[in-house]
């Protein structure tokens, strides 16, 4: 009898063994369907919503910025997105960036101008991994850009912070998230609150109002070009067709008089 055990017992472990890839296997081929979020910006004419972008640089900056770097932007880059010059020195000077050095060889830190790149919330890696469990929160430049599924995933991801389904277990230090691949993620949800930022236009801030907003501006900071070059698509085609109107009118000109 006792071998008997000995035999199933082995047979159960073998079978869970083998199976453990096969689960690992579909979690991570798992075919998660996004929500389709109706941007200004998407198709061949759109562009970007200003008041929506600039609400969303208010989420960034408010919000995303205590952990999330931008290198790439400078303040003075936010004109794009229809801010005056006044407005981004008085952002910027909010700021504090390390300059120098002096004329006795120190560095010293002064208010930032529109001339300087994004502050980052942390001075380097390792201090961003030790204030966030050990992961590095990244940089948010062309994040839209560098996501299978764009602003669509981003927008999702951000609203998609629930509590886990019944027999799911979350390990520690991780948040059930029904979009993210494998659905536990370190960060927490930044959005999480009814009027978590107050608009300074008056619109209401909903979750899904704030993650509309700030994926505008964060789609438009991973391409500001990107409605100069759809014009000029849309000029290239006009003209193109023009030039294919009159060749093909010279061709029949040609052949006509020949026959």
């Not at 562009?47 to 790439?72: L, P």
């Not at 000029?235 to 030039?243: H, K, N, P, Y």
Request: aromatic share 8%; hydrophobic share 45%; glycine share 8%.
């Amino acid at each position: 009898m006792r071998p008997l055990l000995t035999s199933v017992k082995a047979a159960t472990v073998a079978a869970a063994l083998l199976l453990a890839p096969a689960v690992a296997s579909a979690q991570e081929h798992e075919v998660i369907h996004l929500p389709d979020t109706k941007f200004s910006f998407e198709g061949p004419f759109g562009t970007f919503d200003r008041a929506s972008a600039q609400r969303g640089f208010q989420v960034y900056k408010e919000v995303c910025s205590n952990c999330h770097s931008m290198r790439q932007l400078s303040y003075r880059h936010l004109a794009g997105i229809g801010l005056s010059a006044a407005q981004i020195a008085a952002i910027a000077s909010q700021f504090q960036v390390q300059d120098g050095p002096n004329d006795n060889g120190e560095m010293f830190e002064r208010p930032a101008r529109a001339s300087d790149r994004f502050r980052r919330p942390f001075a380097n890696d390792a201090a961003a991994r030790a204030a966030n469990n050990g992961a590095l929160p990244p940089d948010l430049s062309v994040m839209v850009k560098a996501r299978e599924g764009g602003a669509d995933y981003i927008h999702a991801l951000l609203t998609g912070y629930e509590d886990p389904p019944p027999g799911v277990t979350v390990a520690e230090g991780m948040n059930y998230n029904k979009y993210f691949p494998g659905h536990q993620i370190a960060m927490a949800a930044p959005l999480n609150t009814e009027g978590q930022v107050e608009y300074v236009d008056g619109t209401k801030g909903t979750i899904d109002q704030m993650a509309t907003d700030v994926v505008t501006f964060l789609s438009w900071a991973a391409e500001p070009e990107l409605e100069q070059r759809r014009a000029m698509g849309v000029r290239m085609v006009i003209f193109l067709t023009i030039l294919g109107g009159l060749a093909y009118a010279v061709k029949r000109k040609i052949w006509a008089d020949l026959h």
